[in-house]
């Protein structure tokens, strides 16, 4: 199948900083480009949808301003965290959708300290 | 908007068949994934379904009706590497979104 790679794969930083996250195709080209969060025990929650060259989709409750979402080229997104806190602690999981199948990478683990 | 419902948790015995099932409501519904996903990792892709049926792939085999909005996820012959959480996600709108997950405990 195809590879999706995220990093970094895991980061501490600390409270008021910020946190750039990188996600990346690495055989084949993404129209699409999905973010998701995910707290322990529970399911995948949708943060935005990324789309190649335009501004992202976010879903209702995800601040735009504090997650930032870039989608540079058709092999990368980022996602920046900004002035992380605490509660921003999660595992970030991006995803790339190719045809009729989506991908996911191996996520990311920020802590905020 | 989509509404995706799963059971929690089940345990199930070594070389047993277990059913997982998943109801959804999906605006402008294009297809229902399955996944499963262990502790700490990524969720790793198993099955699509986008029309009726059922879809065999080796001992996975996932199954839809889309009148029914309602899709199930058969293991078989199970093993203890199938400890995991299966996740059913639908597309629709251009979002993927996802259920609560169902965690299956594989025990000898």
């Known amino acids: 199948g195809a590879v999706v790679s995220q990093h970094p794969s895991r980061v501490i930083c600390k409270s008021g900083t910020s946190v750039k996250i990188e996600c990346r195709s690495l055989d084949f080209q993404a129209t699409t480009m999905f973010w998701y969060r995910q707290f322990p025990k529970k399911s995948l929650m949708l943060m935005a949808t990324s789309n190649e060259g335009s501004k992202a989709t976010y879903e209702q409750g995800v601040e735009k301003d504090k997650f930032l979402i870039n989608h540079a080229s058709l092999t990368l997104s980022t996602l920046t965290v900004t002035s992380a806190h605490p509660e921003d602690s999660s595992f970030y999981i991006c995803s790339a959708k190719t045809g009729s199948e989506q991908y996911f990478g191996p996520g990311t683990r920020l802590t905020v300290t | 908007g989509q509404n995706i419902d799963q059971p929690t948790e089940m345990t199930a015995t070594e070389g047993a068949i277990v059913q997982i099932n998943c109801t959804y409501q999906?605006?402008?519904?294009?297809?229902l994934f399955w996944y499963q996903q262990h502790a700490g990792e990524a969720p790793t892709f198993l099955s699509y379904?986008?029309?009726?049926g059922l879809e065999e792939k080796g001992r996975f085999s996932s199954f839809l009706s889309r009148s029914k909005g309602y899709s199930y996820l058969l293991l078989k012959e199970l093993q203890m590497k199938d400890s995991a959480s299966y996740l059913c996600a639908s597309y629709g709108n251009n979002r993927l979104a996802f259920g609560k997950g169902n965690q299956v405990v594989v025990i000898p």
């Open positions: 999906t605006s402008g519904f294009n297809g």
């Open positions: 379904n986008v029309l009726d």
